[in-house]
């Protein structure tokens, strides 16, 4: 399937970058998305939240959460639909249609192990956190590598929770986390065998630790549907979108610098850090705009995808 796309390997978005959309095209690919989204929305609603399954979904409990204040942006969220049939997760499939390749995830019961450089390691299950953890929801700013971006309410609650439950050693200085890797729920791992699967990530402590450094159970008032990282997903909302694994099955504290999937296959173009940052462009695209999802509007990037008040002291700023 890619030996005729060389591209393909080392971005983690889509097929085509983002710059090679012209303003025009992308509008009336945009009004015939939402043409067909339009005639297919019953369904998809129906679909997605029938009753029953909603009832029967254990990570249902509680929702919605109440949102915070500090984090609730003036403006409008992005478009539910739009942000759920638009997703990036290689594990099903290359493309944004992610949720047309789920059905087969299961994510009851899930274990997620935690280790390495902590007092007191432990597994969890998925259902426990939802119902221990003290849940709120967030409006975040989301800026994907590619250019892209958009406003979500992510249910959810810090990182730094998990660590006051293993109690990292001194000698932790970095985590890394370990996503879900069935091949015979998740097709895209077949598919593109070439890829270092499973998915995995890492953060140094200190960004991790950030009060910022969000683990996400929901979105827009419900449990994660499973294209967003069922059950159980990271939110750093001032890195591409790439350093948020999804569906999490391991989280791992280290003494050294973690490689990731993205750093092992193009190290120059996904470097660890990968703050969002306008003035440093992607070796094959500027990263000085992007491009809001559903409205399509292109707005200027910011600096640490705007929360550098928050985050540059972690950086010397
Ligand atoms: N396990 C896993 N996590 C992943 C990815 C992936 O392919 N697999 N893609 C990343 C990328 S490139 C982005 S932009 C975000 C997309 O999150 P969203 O689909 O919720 O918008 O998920 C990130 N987390
Ligand atoms: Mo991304």
Not at 146 to 152: D, F, K, P, S, T
Not at 167 to 181: C, G, H, L, M, N
Not at 186 to 208: C, Q
Request: with cysteine; hydrophobic share 40%; proline share 9%.
């Amino acid at each position: 399937m890619l030996s005729d796309m060389p591209n393909v390997i080392v971005r983690p978005d889509g097929w085509l970058p983002d710059k090679a959309v012209t303003p025009e095209t992308a509008f009336v690919n945009r009004r015939r998305f939402v043409q067909q989204l339009g005639l297919a929305g019953v369904g998809w609603a129906a679909s997605r939240w029938p009753a029953s399954a909603a009832e029967a979904d254990p990570y249902a409990k509680g929702y919605p959460f109440p949102r915070s204040k500090d984090f609730n942006p003036a403006g409008a969220l992005t478009d539910e639909k739009v942000a759920s049939t638009y997703n990036n997760f290689y594990e099903f499939t290359l493309r944004k249609d992610v949720h047309r390749h789920v059905s087969k995830f299961q994510t009851t019961p899930w274990k997620i192990e935690i280790g390495g450089l902590v007092e007191r390691p432990m597994t969890v299950d998925a259902l426990d956190w939802v119902s221990s953890m003290p849940l709120e929801e967030r409006v975040y700013r989301f800026r994907c590598v590619e250019a892209w971006a958009m406003v979500v309410p992510w249910t959810g609650f810090p990182f730094s929770k998990v660590a006051d439950l293993v109690k990292p050693k001194a000698e932790a200085k970095f985590v890394r986390f370990i996503t879900a890797s069935k091949p015979e729920q998740m097709p895209g791992i077949g598919d593109n065998p070439e890829y270092p699967w499973p998915y995995f990530e890492g953060l140094r402590i200190d960004e991790a630790m950030h009060p910022l450094t969000w683990m996400a159970t929901g979105v827009y008032g419900k449990p994660l549907a499973k294209q967003f990282g069922a059950p159980l997903r990271l939110v750093v909302p001032w890195k591409y979108g790439y350093k948020s694994p999804k569906s999490i099955v391991k989280i791992e504290f280290v003494a050294e610098q973690p490689k990731t999937f993205w750093e092992t296959l193009q190290a120059r173009e996904y470097p660890f850090e990968s703050n969002v940052d306008p003035g440093v462009p992607h070796p094959r695209w500027s990263q000085a705009t992007e491009r809001m999802i559903d409205t399509g509007d292109r707005v200027k990037t910011k600096k640490y995808n705007g929360y550098g008040e928050a985050v540059g002291r972690l950086y010397g700023a």
